[in-house]
């Protein structure tokens, strides 16, 4: 069965309701994983999903920050969380499809502005949350995929100046260092790198540009990974990002990024 999954930092579901739905009536992928909802789980509108045969919900809340959430229009188990970072706040999520392949949203702390653990203990967060990503990885087993803002871009063409964003909080060695330490110990498939090999890739820029679009100083913060066993072929074109859709009315500072598995 051929499934596309989207995943998308949304920046509060209900401000932006208009625009998840406009996603789900054009794009119509079967799974939609949201971060930065934002919400408590009973105030999350779903009204408008379910009308749409998006009838599936899973979520974890927190109002006014954080929040993940899963929509489905394909039946899912929830399936209990993990416990990253150690502070049981609201950033991980999982639902099992009935093939048995589990689906994990993850919204990844943005780590503050100084890249020292020491002196601030937001950067501190992010690293041991990067960690037990890493150790829950090398234990786990089955087929699944893990999605969401992840709040690194790893890669030197996955920012707009490698250079200058080498000291910047999101692209610094430390943090690359971990989120390949965290990928490599599942053997997660970087699957949007996997497909889409060459060139800047982005799927965030800031509000603070004039004109985000002509200035496109954007970072890759979004990931879709595989287990190497669902994991599109290389070059297979069943990746995008929806760049567009940081234009729309009142958007998200994020584009939804989306993949297709044969599953």
């Excluded at 937001?122 to 999605?147: C, P, T, Y």
Aim: aromatic share 8%.
């Amino acid at each position: 069965m051929s499934v596309t999954v989207c995943t998308w930092n949304i920046n509060s579901v209900r401000l932006r309701e208009p625009i998840v739905l406009k996603l789900l009536k054009e794009q119509a992928p079967d799974v939609l994983c949201l971060q930065e909802t934002k919400s408590p789980v009973e105030k999350i509108p779903t009204e408008g999903f379910a009308a749409l045969g998006y009838d599936v919900m899973i979520a974890r809340g927190d109002k006014g920050y954080n929040g993940v959430a899963i929509v489905s229009r394909l039946p899912m188990e929830e399936v209990t969380p993990q416990n990253f970072g150690g502070k049981g706040d609201a950033r991980h999520v999982v639902g099992r499809l009935n093939s048995g392949v589990e689906i994990h949203n993850v919204y990844l702390p943005a780590g503050g502005d100084i890249p020292d653990p020491e002196k601030n203990e937001k950067f501190d967060h992010k690293m041991r949350f990067v960690a037990d990503v890493q150790n829950w990885g090398a234990k786990a087993s089955g087929s699944a995929i893990l999605v969401g803002d992840l709040n690194i871009a790893p890669r030197e063409d996955d920012v707009w100046s490698h250079k200058q964003l080498l000291k910047v909080v999101s692209h610094t060695p430390v943090e690359v260092e971990a989120f390949e330490a965290a990928r490599a110990a599942r053997n997660w498939v970087d699957v949007t790198r996997n497909d889409l090999t060459e060139g800047l890739l982005y799927s965030w820029w800031s509000y603070r540009a004039k004109d985000w679009d002509a200035a496109d100083k954007g970072r890759r913060l979004d990931h879709i990974w595989a287990t190497p066993d669902i994991a599109p072929k290389p070059g297979a074109g069943q990746s995008r990002v929806l760049r567009d859709a940081r234009g729309w009315e009142k958007p998200s500072d994020h584009a939804p990024v989306f993949a297709t598995f044969d599953i």
